[in-house]
């Protein structure tokens, strides 16, 4: 079956660094992708890999590595507005979405 | 430049009625997303529409149904609805060959 893990919770102090880390199998690779979720809203689009490496887009980076079926994001300079989830996404062999549970990011003062 | 619509916003209903919700993709996109997100759960697929066709399905029954029209918007059918089906109703819409989907603000679907 297809099967994306991330941690279900994680906290973190206002103005730190945080890694949130994906760990996929599924039926193909096409791409992943994370985005974000305030509580109550749509999930918003934050990254997209295809290719081994980081990927970099100001305070937020995406790592991925295919071979190992693993991504991470990594959140800088955290403010108390990056709290919300964090949902991983891959793209199958059939073009769909599978997606993760998501990771429930605290941040403290 | 809008974004991606939905409507209603919120829905109750009572079990064995049917629901319809309705999307507008955001302007230049062809394709529409359908997606049922539990609470504390991500989205689950649900089918993908593209030049007015079904073009994939996700493991849902055929009691979820749907359509997507010439320019572009798209209706989600429910019928015979469950208490299961009480869930945020998400629809995404993208460019038939671009990385990402977006999603507009979702319909929060309560059957009692």
């Known amino acids: 079956g297809q099967n994306i893990d991330q941690p279900t919770e994680m906290t973190a102090t206002e103005g730190a660094i945080v890694q949130i880390n994906c760990t996929y199998q599924?039926?193909?690779?096409?791409?992943l992708f994370w985005y974000q979720q305030h509580a109550g809203e749509a999930p918003t689009f934050l990254s997209y890999?295809?290719l081994d490496g980081l990927e970099e887009k100001g305070r937020f980076s995406s790592f991925l590595s295919r071979s190992k079926g693993y991504s991470y994001l990594l959140l800088k300079e955290l403010q108390m507005k990056d709290s919300a989830s964090y949902l991983c996404?891959?793209?199958?062999?059939?073009?769909?979405?599978?997606w993760g549970a998501g990771t429930k990011l605290i941040i403290k003062p | 430049d809008a974004g991606v619509t939905q409507s209603p916003t919120h829905l109750i209903k009572t079990r064995g009625q049917q629901v319809t919700l309705r999307c507008s993709p955001k302007?230049?996109?062809?394709?529409v997303s359908w997606y049922q997100q539990a609470l504390g759960q991500g989205p689950q697929f649900i089918f993908q529409?593209?030049?007015?066709?079904?073009?994939q399905r996700g493991n849902f029954p055929d009691r979820f149904s749907g359509h997507q029209f010439p320019n572009y918007s798209s209706e989600l059918n429910v019928n015979a609805l469950l208490l299961g089906d009480s869930a945020l109703y998400l629809c995404?819409?993208?460019?038939?060959?671009?990385?990402?989907?977006?999603f507009g603000p979702g319909t929060r679907l309560t059957v009692t």
């Open positions: 529409y593209y030049e007015e066709e079904e073009r």
């Open positions: 302007s230049g996109h062809d394709t």
């Open positions: 995404a819409s993208s460019l038939a060959s671009a990385q990402a989907q977006y």
């Open positions: 599924t039926s193909g690779f096409n791409g």
């Open positions: 890999n295809v």
């Open positions: 996404a891959v793209r199958d062999s059939n073009y769909q979405l599978i």
